[in-house]
Protein backbone atom coordinates (compact mmCIF):
# COMPACT_ATOMS: atom_id res chain seq x y z
CA UNK A 1 0.00 0.00 0.00
CA UNK A 2 1.07 3.71 -0.81
CA UNK A 3 2.55 5.28 2.39
CA UNK A 4 4.57 8.48 3.81
CA UNK A 5 6.85 7.79 5.89
CA UNK A 6 7.52 10.76 8.55
CA UNK A 7 10.82 11.76 10.16
CA UNK A 8 10.08 13.99 12.83
CA UNK A 9 12.73 16.50 14.66
CA UNK A 10 13.99 14.24 17.58
CA UNK A 11 12.53 11.08 16.97
CA UNK A 12 12.37 7.90 14.58
CA UNK A 13 10.22 7.38 11.66
CA UNK A 14 6.09 6.80 11.53
CA UNK A 15 4.96 5.62 8.47
CA UNK A 16 1.10 6.89 7.31
CA UNK A 17 -0.60 5.19 4.57
CA UNK A 18 -2.18 7.15 1.85
CA UNK A 19 -5.66 5.07 0.97
CA UNK A 20 -7.64 8.07 0.37
CA UNK A 21 -8.78 9.93 -2.36
CA UNK A 22 -7.38 13.11 -0.87
CA UNK A 23 -5.19 12.84 2.25
CA UNK A 24 -4.31 16.56 3.61
CA UNK A 25 -0.78 17.53 6.31
CA UNK A 26 -0.80 20.15 8.33
CA UNK A 27 0.05 21.23 11.86
CA UNK A 28 -4.08 21.38 12.57
CA UNK A 29 -5.84 18.22 14.32
CA UNK A 30 -8.35 17.74 11.38
CA UNK A 31 -5.60 17.14 8.88
CA UNK A 32 -5.13 13.03 7.57
CA UNK A 33 -1.97 13.12 8.65
CA UNK A 34 -1.25 15.57 11.78
CA UNK A 35 1.78 16.80 13.00
CA UNK A 36 3.65 18.83 16.08
CA UNK A 37 5.05 20.90 13.89
CA UNK A 38 5.28 24.86 14.54
CA UNK A 39 6.78 25.03 10.82
CA UNK A 40 3.76 24.17 9.46
CA UNK A 41 0.71 25.44 7.96
CA UNK A 42 -2.74 24.20 9.80
CA UNK A 43 -3.40 23.17 6.41
CA UNK A 44 0.16 22.85 4.72
CA UNK A 45 -0.65 20.62 1.65
CA UNK A 46 -2.67 17.69 0.53
CA UNK A 47 -1.75 14.35 -1.35
CA UNK A 48 -4.50 13.72 -3.94
CA UNK A 49 -5.26 10.49 -6.20
CA UNK A 50 -6.22 10.09 -9.75
CA UNK A 51 -6.85 6.30 -9.77
CA UNK A 52 -3.39 6.16 -11.60
CA UNK A 53 -0.67 7.94 -9.49
CA UNK A 54 0.02 10.66 -6.52
CA UNK A 55 0.20 14.27 -6.36
CA UNK A 56 1.47 16.24 -3.82
CA UNK A 57 0.44 20.37 -3.71
CA UNK A 58 1.34 22.97 -1.73
CA UNK A 59 -1.99 24.71 0.22
CA UNK A 60 -0.35 26.96 2.69
CA UNK A 61 0.33 30.49 1.06
CA UNK A 62 3.61 30.57 3.36
CA UNK A 63 4.22 27.08 3.33
CA UNK A 64 7.27 25.38 2.12
CA UNK A 65 7.17 21.96 -0.40
CA UNK A 66 10.95 20.99 -1.30
CA UNK A 67 10.86 17.29 -3.31
CA UNK A 68 14.05 15.82 -3.88
CA UNK A 69 16.56 19.24 -2.78
CA UNK A 70 14.06 21.21 -4.93
CA UNK A 71 11.54 23.40 -4.41
CA UNK A 72 8.13 22.98 -5.68
CA UNK A 73 4.44 24.11 -5.63
CA UNK A 74 3.31 20.70 -7.11
CA UNK A 75 4.52 17.29 -7.98
CA UNK A 76 3.71 13.79 -9.40
CA UNK A 77 5.11 11.64 -6.69
CA UNK A 78 7.61 8.60 -7.41
CA UNK A 79 8.83 5.94 -5.16
CA UNK A 80 11.61 7.42 -2.84
CA UNK A 81 10.69 10.76 -3.30
CA UNK A 82 12.42 12.88 -0.18
CA UNK A 83 9.94 15.56 0.68
CA UNK A 84 10.47 18.01 3.52
CA UNK A 85 8.29 20.54 4.71
CA UNK A 86 8.42 22.26 7.93
CA UNK A 87 11.05 20.77 10.02
CA UNK A 88 10.17 17.16 8.99
CA UNK A 89 11.16 14.96 6.00
CA UNK A 90 9.50 12.57 4.67
CA UNK A 91 9.59 8.94 1.91
CA UNK A 92 7.33 8.10 -0.61
CA UNK A 93 6.72 4.95 -1.29
CA UNK A 94 4.09 3.38 -3.11
CA UNK A 95 5.00 -0.24 -1.53
CA UNK A 96 4.55 -1.48 2.25
CA UNK A 97 7.38 -0.79 4.19
CA UNK A 98 8.64 -2.89 7.36
CA UNK A 99 9.65 -1.02 10.03
CA UNK A 100 13.04 -2.14 11.65
CA UNK A 101 13.77 -3.10 15.33
CA UNK A 102 16.14 0.52 15.69
CA UNK A 103 13.26 1.90 13.83
CA UNK A 104 10.71 1.13 16.63
CA UNK A 105 13.25 1.98 19.01
CA UNK A 106 13.73 5.22 17.68
CA UNK A 107 10.04 5.77 18.15
CA UNK A 108 9.82 4.75 21.65
CA UNK A 109 12.17 7.04 22.16
CA UNK A 110 10.75 10.11 20.13
CA UNK A 111 7.45 9.66 22.12
CA UNK A 112 9.55 9.57 25.21
CA UNK A 113 11.26 13.03 24.44
CA UNK A 114 7.89 14.60 23.58
CA UNK A 115 6.06 13.48 26.64
CA UNK A 116 8.80 14.92 28.45
CA UNK A 117 8.21 18.00 26.02
CA UNK A 118 4.50 17.78 26.64
CA UNK A 119 4.92 17.77 30.72
CA UNK A 120 7.40 20.58 30.59
CA UNK A 121 4.87 22.91 28.59
CA UNK A 122 1.77 22.08 31.07
CA UNK A 123 4.42 22.66 33.66
CA UNK A 124 4.88 26.31 32.42
CA UNK A 125 1.45 27.19 31.48
CA UNK A 126 0.52 27.38 34.82
CA UNK A 127 2.94 30.31 35.46
CA UNK A 128 2.23 33.28 35.59
CA UNK A 129 4.88 35.13 37.73
CA UNK A 130 7.29 35.87 34.93
CA UNK A 131 10.26 35.66 36.52
CA UNK A 132 9.56 32.26 37.94
CA UNK A 133 8.32 31.55 34.50
CA UNK A 134 11.56 32.43 32.21
CA UNK A 135 13.63 30.67 35.37
CA UNK A 136 11.52 27.51 34.38
CA UNK A 137 12.09 27.46 31.15
CA UNK A 138 15.33 28.15 30.60
CA UNK A 139 15.71 24.95 33.21
CA UNK A 140 13.87 23.18 30.79
CA UNK A 141 15.86 23.94 27.91
CA UNK A 142 18.90 23.23 29.04
CA UNK A 143 17.66 20.01 30.54
CA UNK A 144 16.43 18.92 27.13
CA UNK A 145 19.16 20.14 25.29
CA UNK A 146 22.16 18.72 27.70
CA UNK A 147 23.46 22.81 27.70
CA UNK A 148 26.16 24.17 29.99
CA UNK A 149 24.90 27.67 30.12
CA UNK A 150 21.19 29.48 28.83
CA UNK A 151 20.51 32.78 28.78
CA UNK A 152 16.80 33.72 27.78
CA UNK A 153 17.10 37.29 26.21
CA UNK A 154 13.89 39.66 25.58
CA UNK A 155 13.05 42.47 22.86
CA UNK A 156 12.10 45.63 25.27
CA UNK A 157 11.24 48.02 22.60
CA UNK A 158 13.98 48.33 20.76
CA UNK A 159 16.62 46.82 22.94
CA UNK A 160 17.65 43.36 24.04
CA UNK A 161 17.77 42.76 27.44
CA UNK A 162 18.92 39.24 29.04
CA UNK A 163 16.55 38.25 31.74
CA UNK A 164 17.40 34.89 32.87
CA UNK A 165 21.20 33.44 33.02
CA UNK A 166 21.46 29.86 33.97
CA UNK A 167 23.60 26.85 34.20
CA UNK A 168 22.91 22.96 34.64
CA UNK A 169 23.07 23.13 38.31
CA UNK A 170 19.52 25.79 38.08
CA UNK A 171 22.24 28.23 39.42
CA UNK A 172 21.69 32.34 38.37
CA UNK A 173 24.76 33.34 36.53
CA UNK A 174 23.78 37.55 38.30
CA UNK A 175 27.84 38.30 37.56
CA UNK A 176 27.68 37.78 34.04
CA UNK A 177 24.47 39.72 32.99
CA UNK A 178 25.22 42.46 30.37
CA UNK A 179 23.17 44.41 27.81
CA UNK A 180 26.00 43.60 24.74
CA UNK A 181 25.18 40.81 22.21
CA UNK A 182 27.53 38.83 19.69
CA UNK A 183 27.50 38.07 16.32
CA UNK A 184 25.16 34.72 17.23
CA UNK A 185 22.48 36.79 18.31
CA UNK A 186 22.66 39.59 15.76
CA UNK A 187 22.90 36.65 12.90
CA UNK A 188 19.88 34.93 14.31
CA UNK A 189 17.67 37.81 15.03
CA UNK A 190 18.43 39.35 11.60
CA UNK A 191 17.66 35.66 10.03
CA UNK A 192 14.74 34.71 12.24
CA UNK A 193 16.45 31.25 12.30
CA UNK A 194 18.63 28.92 14.37
CA UNK A 195 22.44 29.83 14.49
CA UNK A 196 24.63 27.54 15.57
CA UNK A 197 28.31 28.36 15.44
CA UNK A 198 31.11 24.93 16.33
CA UNK A 199 34.51 25.73 17.68
CA UNK A 200 36.19 27.76 20.28
CA UNK A 201 34.45 31.28 20.46
CA UNK A 202 34.86 34.05 22.73
CA UNK A 203 31.16 35.41 23.67
CA UNK A 204 30.94 39.00 24.56
CA UNK A 205 27.34 38.86 25.70
CA UNK A 206 28.82 38.94 29.08
CA UNK A 207 30.80 40.89 31.42
CA UNK A 208 33.71 38.68 32.00
CA UNK A 209 34.53 37.18 28.77
CA UNK A 210 34.75 33.22 28.39
CA UNK A 211 35.19 30.67 25.79
CA UNK A 212 32.73 28.57 24.44
CA UNK A 213 33.25 25.05 22.37
CA UNK A 214 29.57 25.90 20.29
CA UNK A 215 26.69 27.93 20.91
CA UNK A 216 23.47 27.35 19.91
CA UNK A 217 20.74 30.38 19.16
CA UNK A 218 16.99 30.01 18.62
CA UNK A 219 14.72 32.75 17.95
CA UNK A 220 11.63 33.44 20.14
CA UNK A 221 8.68 34.15 17.55
CA UNK A 222 4.89 34.77 18.35
CA UNK A 223 2.73 35.28 15.39
CA UNK A 224 6.26 35.90 12.85
CA UNK A 225 6.32 38.71 15.89
CA UNK A 226 10.07 38.63 17.51
CA UNK A 227 9.90 38.33 21.28
CA UNK A 228 13.38 37.54 21.71
CA UNK A 229 15.96 34.79 21.74
CA UNK A 230 17.44 31.23 23.59
CA UNK A 231 21.26 31.53 23.47
CA UNK A 232 23.02 27.98 24.94
CA UNK A 233 26.86 27.34 25.06
CA UNK A 234 28.96 24.43 25.79
CA UNK A 235 32.11 24.73 27.43
CA UNK A 236 32.99 21.01 27.40
CA UNK A 237 34.63 19.81 24.03
CA UNK A 238 32.84 15.75 25.04
CA UNK A 239 29.50 17.79 25.74
CA UNK A 240 28.73 19.41 22.21
CA UNK A 241 25.36 19.56 21.34
CA UNK A 242 23.80 16.74 19.60
CA UNK A 243 22.74 17.12 16.12
CA UNK A 244 19.14 17.07 16.67
CA UNK A 245 19.52 19.54 19.61
CA UNK A 246 18.50 22.70 16.87
CA UNK A 247 15.14 21.09 15.41
CA UNK A 248 13.88 19.31 19.04
CA UNK A 249 15.16 23.37 20.62
CA UNK A 250 13.09 25.21 17.77
CA UNK A 251 9.89 22.89 18.55
CA UNK A 252 10.49 23.87 22.34
CA UNK A 253 10.69 27.34 21.59
CA UNK A 254 7.70 28.05 19.40
CA UNK A 255 5.97 26.13 22.21
CA UNK A 256 7.72 28.98 25.14
CA UNK A 257 7.08 31.40 22.58
CA UNK A 258 3.35 31.30 23.11
CA UNK A 259 3.84 30.25 27.03
CA UNK A 260 5.91 33.65 27.31
CA UNK A 261 3.30 35.90 25.14
CA UNK A 262 0.89 34.36 26.99
CA UNK A 263 2.89 35.33 30.64
CA UNK A 264 3.54 38.90 29.48
CA UNK A 265 -0.75 39.73 28.65
CA UNK A 266 -1.31 38.36 31.85
CA UNK A 267 1.34 40.17 33.53
CA UNK A 268 0.22 43.64 31.16
CA UNK A 269 -3.54 42.82 32.23
CA UNK A 270 -2.52 43.12 35.55
CA UNK A 271 -0.91 46.09 35.15
CA UNK A 272 -3.87 47.51 33.22
CA UNK A 273 -6.51 46.45 36.10
CA UNK A 274 -3.88 48.15 38.45
CA UNK A 275 -3.48 51.58 36.49
CA UNK A 276 -7.89 51.37 35.98
CA UNK A 277 -8.19 51.20 40.01
CA UNK A 278 -5.39 54.20 40.50
CA UNK A 279 -7.22 55.75 37.69
CA UNK A 280 -10.96 55.21 38.73
CA UNK A 281 -10.37 56.33 42.40
CA UNK A 282 -8.67 59.80 40.74
CA UNK A 283 -12.20 59.98 39.01
CA UNK A 284 -14.60 58.54 41.32
CA UNK A 285 -17.02 61.03 43.63
CA UNK A 286 -18.50 58.44 45.83
CA UNK A 287 -20.30 55.85 43.61
CA UNK A 288 -20.28 58.00 40.77
CA UNK A 289 -17.74 57.98 37.80
CA UNK A 290 -16.47 61.02 35.64
CA UNK A 291 -13.70 62.84 34.36
CA UNK A 292 -15.33 64.84 31.93
CA UNK A 293 -15.94 68.73 32.32
CA UNK A 294 -19.04 68.24 31.91
CA UNK A 295 -19.34 65.80 35.36
CA UNK A 296 -16.28 67.52 37.13
CA UNK A 297 -18.52 70.59 36.88
CA UNK A 298 -21.47 68.64 38.76
CA UNK A 299 -19.35 67.22 41.08
CA UNK A 300 -18.42 70.55 42.39
CA UNK A 301 -21.79 72.25 42.09
CA UNK A 302 -22.55 68.66 44.62
CA UNK A 303 -19.85 69.37 46.62
CA UNK A 304 -20.97 73.49 47.12
CA UNK A 305 -24.59 72.64 47.72
CA UNK A 306 -24.74 69.42 49.72
CA UNK A 307 -23.91 70.82 53.42
CA UNK A 308 -27.19 73.10 52.86
CA UNK A 309 -30.41 72.69 53.20
CA UNK A 310 -31.05 73.72 49.90
CA UNK A 311 -33.72 72.29 47.28
CA UNK A 312 -32.64 70.76 44.36
CA UNK A 313 -33.48 69.71 41.42
CA UNK A 314 -31.70 67.28 39.15
CA UNK A 315 -32.39 66.95 35.64
CA UNK A 316 -31.03 64.43 32.84
CA UNK A 317 -32.17 61.38 30.19
CA UNK A 318 -33.31 58.24 31.53
CA UNK A 319 -30.08 56.56 33.04
CA UNK A 320 -28.20 58.98 33.47
CA UNK A 321 -27.65 58.40 37.53
CA UNK A 322 -29.69 61.57 38.99
CA UNK A 323 -30.62 59.08 41.86
CA UNK A 324 -26.93 58.83 42.82
CA UNK A 325 -26.43 62.42 42.62
CA UNK A 326 -28.97 62.81 45.40
CA UNK A 327 -27.30 59.80 47.57
CA UNK A 328 -24.38 61.59 47.21
CA UNK A 329 -25.73 65.29 47.90
CA UNK A 330 -27.38 63.50 51.35
CA UNK A 331 -24.34 61.89 51.72
CA UNK A 332 -21.86 65.30 51.62
CA UNK A 333 -24.53 66.87 53.96
CA UNK A 334 -25.40 67.33 57.99
CA UNK A 335 -27.97 65.19 57.33
CA UNK A 336 -25.78 62.52 56.35
CA UNK A 337 -26.49 59.98 59.58
CA UNK A 338 -30.53 60.71 59.08
CA UNK A 339 -32.41 58.22 56.64
CA UNK A 340 -32.51 58.73 52.59
CA UNK A 341 -35.89 57.92 51.67
CA UNK A 342 -36.50 57.60 47.94
CA UNK A 343 -39.90 57.20 45.85
CA UNK A 344 -40.77 57.44 42.37
CA UNK A 345 -43.97 59.79 41.61
CA UNK A 346 -44.18 58.09 37.94
CA UNK A 347 -44.28 54.05 39.84
CA UNK A 348 -47.21 54.48 42.03
CA UNK A 349 -50.80 54.73 40.45
CA UNK A 350 -52.06 58.66 41.28
CA UNK A 351 -54.87 57.21 43.93
CA UNK A 352 -51.92 55.30 46.02
CA UNK A 353 -49.42 58.07 45.72
CA UNK A 354 -50.82 60.57 48.32
CA UNK A 355 -51.06 58.19 50.36
CA UNK A 356 -47.72 56.87 50.17
CA UNK A 357 -46.18 60.38 50.65
CA UNK A 358 -48.03 62.29 53.19
CA UNK A 359 -49.83 58.46 54.96
CA UNK A 360 -52.96 57.99 56.28
CA UNK A 361 -55.16 57.08 59.39
CA UNK A 362 -57.35 53.71 59.72
CA UNK A 363 -60.50 53.90 58.02
CA UNK A 364 -59.81 56.55 55.51
CA UNK A 365 -59.98 54.55 52.92
CA UNK A 366 -61.11 50.91 51.58
CA UNK A 367 -58.20 48.72 52.76
CA UNK A 368 -56.55 51.18 55.59
CA UNK A 369 -57.01 48.66 58.63
CA UNK A 370 -54.32 50.90 60.02
CA UNK A 371 -52.43 54.01 60.99
CA UNK A 372 -49.14 54.32 58.44
CA UNK A 373 -46.45 56.86 58.59
CA UNK A 374 -45.74 58.57 54.57
CA UNK A 375 -42.05 59.04 52.90
CA UNK A 376 -42.51 62.58 54.62
CA UNK A 377 -42.53 61.03 58.14
CA UNK A 378 -39.94 58.38 57.50
CA UNK A 379 -37.49 61.10 56.11
CA UNK A 380 -37.85 62.85 59.17
CA UNK A 381 -34.34 64.34 60.15
CA UNK A 382 -32.88 63.27 57.01
CA UNK A 383 -33.46 63.69 53.03
CA UNK A 384 -36.73 62.75 50.38
CA UNK A 385 -35.47 62.19 47.14
CA UNK A 386 -38.84 63.04 44.57
CA UNK A 387 -37.64 61.31 41.62
CA UNK A 388 -39.60 61.63 38.45
CA UNK A 389 -41.62 64.75 40.00
CA UNK A 390 -43.02 65.70 36.49
CA UNK A 391 -44.91 62.71 36.51
CA UNK A 392 -46.99 64.16 40.11
CA UNK A 393 -50.91 64.73 39.32
CA UNK A 394 -51.69 68.30 39.73
CA UNK A 395 -53.62 67.86 42.40
CA UNK A 396 -51.10 66.51 44.84
CA UNK A 397 -48.34 69.22 43.44
CA UNK A 398 -50.31 71.84 45.54
CA UNK A 399 -49.74 69.47 48.98
CA UNK A 400 -46.54 69.08 47.76
CA UNK A 401 -45.83 72.45 47.73
CA UNK A 402 -47.88 73.05 50.96
CA UNK A 403 -45.67 70.73 52.87
CA UNK A 404 -42.17 72.09 51.33
CA UNK A 405 -43.36 76.24 52.49
CA UNK A 406 -45.15 74.93 56.08
CA UNK A 407 -42.49 72.04 57.22
CA UNK A 408 -45.72 70.08 57.79
CA UNK A 409 -48.11 66.65 56.49
CA UNK A 410 -51.48 65.92 57.14
CA UNK A 411 -51.95 62.51 56.55
CA UNK A 412 -55.05 61.13 54.31
CA UNK A 413 -58.33 61.14 56.37
CA UNK A 414 -56.74 63.06 59.47
CA UNK A 415 -56.56 66.83 59.52
CA UNK A 416 -53.73 67.02 62.19
CA UNK A 417 -50.55 68.78 60.56
CA UNK A 418 -47.22 66.93 61.75
CA UNK A 419 -43.75 68.91 61.72
CA UNK A 420 -41.39 67.62 59.39
CA UNK A 421 -37.74 68.12 59.25
CA UNK A 422 -36.39 67.41 55.73
CA UNK A 423 -34.61 68.10 53.12
CA UNK A 424 -36.16 67.88 49.11
CA UNK A 425 -34.44 66.43 46.17
CA UNK A 426 -36.07 66.47 43.21
CA UNK A 427 -34.83 64.79 39.81
CA UNK A 428 -37.05 64.54 36.51
CA UNK A 429 -36.32 63.57 32.62
CA UNK A 430 -38.78 65.91 31.55
CA UNK A 431 -38.47 69.41 30.28
CA UNK A 432 -41.15 71.17 33.53
CA UNK A 433 -40.50 74.75 32.20
CA UNK A 434 -42.26 73.05 28.30
CA UNK A 435 -45.14 71.31 31.44
CA UNK A 436 -46.14 74.79 32.89
CA UNK A 437 -46.26 76.26 29.47
CA UNK A 438 -48.74 73.15 28.58
CA UNK A 439 -50.55 73.36 32.32
CA UNK A 440 -49.16 70.52 32.93
CA UNK A 441 -46.85 71.70 36.51
CA UNK A 442 -47.33 74.13 38.86
CA UNK A 443 -44.98 77.53 38.25
CA UNK A 444 -44.78 78.45 42.00
CA UNK A 445 -43.86 74.39 42.47
CA UNK A 446 -41.02 73.90 39.92
CA UNK A 447 -39.73 77.84 41.66
CA UNK A 448 -39.65 75.77 45.42
CA UNK A 449 -38.13 72.73 43.81
CA UNK A 450 -35.71 74.57 41.10
CA UNK A 451 -33.26 76.39 43.56
CA UNK A 452 -30.22 75.25 42.27
CA UNK A 453 -30.28 72.79 39.39
CA UNK A 454 -28.02 69.99 38.64
CA UNK A 455 -28.34 68.65 34.75
CA UNK A 456 -26.58 65.60 33.88
CA UNK A 457 -25.34 65.18 30.77
CA UNK A 458 -26.23 61.97 28.78
CA UNK A 459 -23.49 59.23 28.36
CA UNK A 460 -22.59 59.94 24.81
CA UNK A 461 -21.28 63.78 25.64
CA UNK A 462 -19.26 62.31 28.20
CA UNK A 463 -16.23 61.55 26.00
CA UNK A 464 -14.07 58.85 27.63
CA UNK A 465 -16.15 58.18 30.45
CA UNK A 466 -17.95 55.73 27.95
CA UNK A 467 -15.13 53.48 28.57
CA UNK A 468 -14.14 53.90 31.85
CA UNK A 469 -17.89 53.42 33.04
CA UNK A 470 -17.59 50.21 30.62
CA UNK A 471 -14.16 48.95 31.95
CA UNK A 472 -15.13 49.36 35.69
CA UNK A 473 -18.71 47.67 35.12
CA UNK A 474 -17.05 44.69 33.14
CA UNK A 475 -14.87 44.09 36.47
CA UNK A 476 -17.56 44.54 38.82
CA UNK A 477 -19.65 41.72 36.55
CA UNK A 478 -16.94 39.69 35.66
CA UNK A 479 -16.73 39.26 39.90
CA UNK A 480 -20.21 38.87 40.32
CA UNK A 481 -21.23 36.03 37.72
CA UNK A 482 -17.36 34.71 37.77
CA UNK A 483 -16.67 34.95 34.13
CA UNK A 484 -13.07 34.70 32.78
CA UNK A 485 -13.79 37.42 30.04
CA UNK A 486 -10.63 39.66 30.21
CA UNK A 487 -11.18 42.92 28.51
CA UNK A 488 -13.02 44.58 24.85
CA UNK A 489 -12.09 43.76 21.19
CA UNK A 490 -10.81 47.03 19.44
CA UNK A 491 -13.20 46.95 17.51
CA UNK A 492 -15.61 46.73 20.18
CA UNK A 493 -14.42 50.00 21.75
CA UNK A 494 -15.36 51.45 18.06
CA UNK A 495 -18.79 50.13 18.87
CA UNK A 496 -19.28 51.53 21.94
CA UNK A 497 -18.21 54.96 21.14
CA UNK A 498 -20.02 55.25 18.27
CA UNK A 499 -23.40 54.08 19.81
CA UNK A 500 -25.68 56.80 21.12
CA UNK A 501 -26.91 54.93 24.25
CA UNK A 502 -30.56 56.07 24.57
CA UNK A 503 -30.84 54.49 27.63
CA UNK A 504 -27.60 56.08 28.84
CA UNK A 505 -25.69 54.21 31.74
CA UNK A 506 -28.50 51.75 32.83
CA UNK A 507 -28.76 50.63 29.12
CA UNK A 508 -25.03 49.91 29.49
CA UNK A 509 -25.26 48.12 32.61
CA UNK A 510 -27.67 45.74 30.64
CA UNK A 511 -25.94 45.27 27.47
CA UNK A 512 -22.73 44.19 29.18
CA UNK A 513 -24.47 41.87 32.07
CA UNK A 514 -25.69 40.21 28.88
CA UNK A 515 -22.41 40.18 26.61
CA UNK A 516 -20.61 38.78 29.94
CA UNK A 517 -23.16 35.94 30.88
CA UNK A 518 -23.51 34.20 27.62
CA UNK A 519 -19.55 34.96 26.49
CA UNK A 520 -17.11 31.87 25.83
CA UNK A 521 -13.93 33.86 24.77
CA UNK A 522 -11.80 36.79 26.63
CA UNK A 523 -12.46 39.82 24.41
CA UNK A 524 -16.21 40.79 23.91
CA UNK A 525 -16.58 41.69 20.15
CA UNK A 526 -18.88 44.45 18.99
CA UNK A 527 -21.90 41.10 18.25
CA UNK A 528 -21.19 40.15 21.65
CA UNK A 529 -22.61 43.85 23.07
CA UNK A 530 -25.80 43.82 20.69
CA UNK A 531 -23.60 46.39 18.70
CA UNK A 532 -23.49 45.28 15.13
CA UNK A 533 -23.26 47.58 12.04
CA UNK A 534 -27.23 47.64 11.83
CA UNK A 535 -27.70 49.30 14.66
CA UNK A 536 -24.59 52.06 14.86
CA UNK A 537 -25.49 55.43 13.44
CA UNK A 538 -24.53 55.92 9.53
CA UNK A 539 -21.60 58.14 9.24
CA UNK A 540 -23.05 61.55 7.25
CA UNK A 541 -20.90 63.18 4.49
CA UNK A 542 -19.57 66.71 5.49
CA UNK A 543 -22.18 68.24 2.96
CA UNK A 544 -25.21 66.51 4.99
CA UNK A 545 -24.28 66.82 7.98
CA UNK A 546 -24.02 70.47 7.22
CA UNK A 547 -27.72 70.53 5.76
CA UNK A 548 -28.90 68.57 8.73
CA UNK A 549 -27.57 71.53 11.08
CA UNK A 550 -29.00 74.01 9.25
CA UNK A 551 -32.68 72.04 8.98
CA UNK A 552 -32.44 71.70 12.89
CA UNK A 553 -31.49 75.38 13.11
CA UNK A 554 -33.85 76.82 11.67
CA UNK A 555 -37.01 75.10 13.10
CA UNK A 556 -35.39 75.73 16.14
CA UNK A 557 -35.29 79.80 16.00
CA UNK A 558 -38.54 79.51 14.27
CA UNK A 559 -40.25 77.83 17.50
CA UNK A 560 -38.54 80.90 19.30
CA UNK A 561 -39.87 83.23 17.20
CA UNK A 562 -44.00 81.29 17.12
CA UNK A 563 -43.55 80.36 13.71
CA UNK A 564 -42.72 84.02 12.04
CA UNK A 565 -40.58 83.77 9.31
CA UNK A 566 -40.12 87.81 8.75
CA UNK A 567 -38.24 87.70 12.51
CA UNK A 568 -36.68 84.52 11.94
CA UNK A 569 -34.76 85.69 8.44
CA UNK A 570 -33.50 88.97 10.27
CA UNK A 571 -32.25 86.95 13.45
CA UNK A 572 -30.44 84.73 11.00
CA UNK A 573 -29.40 87.37 9.04
CA UNK A 574 -30.71 85.68 6.06
CA UNK A 575 -33.31 86.67 2.95
CA UNK A 576 -36.50 86.19 3.88
CA UNK A 577 -36.89 83.79 0.79
CA UNK A 578 -34.28 81.67 2.53
CA UNK A 579 -37.00 80.81 5.18
CA UNK A 580 -40.08 80.48 2.55
CA UNK A 581 -37.84 77.73 0.76
CA UNK A 582 -37.01 75.78 3.78
CA UNK A 583 -40.96 75.76 4.92
CA UNK A 584 -41.44 74.39 1.32
CA UNK A 585 -38.69 71.77 1.70
CA UNK A 586 -39.95 70.61 4.91
CA UNK A 587 -43.71 70.43 3.64
CA UNK A 588 -41.82 68.64 0.88
CA UNK A 589 -40.85 66.08 3.07
CA UNK A 590 -43.79 65.80 5.29
CA UNK A 591 -42.98 68.65 8.01
CA UNK A 592 -45.64 70.82 9.46
CA UNK A 593 -45.25 74.61 8.04
CA UNK A 594 -45.66 76.57 11.31
CA UNK A 595 -47.96 79.31 12.25
CA UNK A 596 -46.79 82.68 10.91
Same mark, same amino acid.
Given at each position: ????????????????????? /?????????????????? =??????????????????????????????????????????????? %?????????????????????????????? =??????????????????????? %??????? %????????????????????????????????????????????????????????????? +??????????????????????????????????????????????????????????????? =?????? @???????????????????????????????????????????????????????????????????????????????? =????????????????????????????????? +????????????? %?????????? +?????????????????????????????????????????????????????????????????????? @?????????? /???????????????????????????????????????????????? @????????????????????????????????????????????????????????
Amino acid at each position: MPSLRVFLPGQGPKVFHIFKK /VTSIGQSQENDISLPDPL =LGDAHAHIQSDGVGFEITSIDKYGDLHVNGKRRKKHRLAHQDKLRMG %ACDFLFSLYDEVVTDDEAANTIEALNFYRK =LHDFSGQLMGKYDLPDLLNSLMD %AVIQITN %ADKGFLILLEGNELRVKVARNLRRENLADSLAERADQAIDLCISTRKPVTVPGSITSTMLT +GAFSLRQVLCVPLLERGNLLGVIYLGNDKVGHLFEPDAVEVLTIFSSQASLIIRNALLVNELQ =LDNKLL @SERLEQMRYGDIIGSCVAMQEVFKKVTKIATTDISVLITGETGTGKELIAREVHRRSNRQKGPFVTINCGAIPENLLESE =LFGHVRGSFTGAVANKAGKFQAADGGTLFLDEI +GEMPMTLQVKILR %ALQERVVVRV +GDNRAEPVDIRVITATHRDLEADIKAGRFREDLFYRLNVVNVHLPPLRERGEDIMVIANYLRTRFVQEYT @STVKGFSPNA /VIAMRKFPWPGNIRQLENHLKKAIVLADKALLGPEDLGLTADVLPAIL @SLAEAKDDFQRKYINDVLELNSGNRTKTARDLGVDPRTIFRHLEKEDGDGGAEPTA
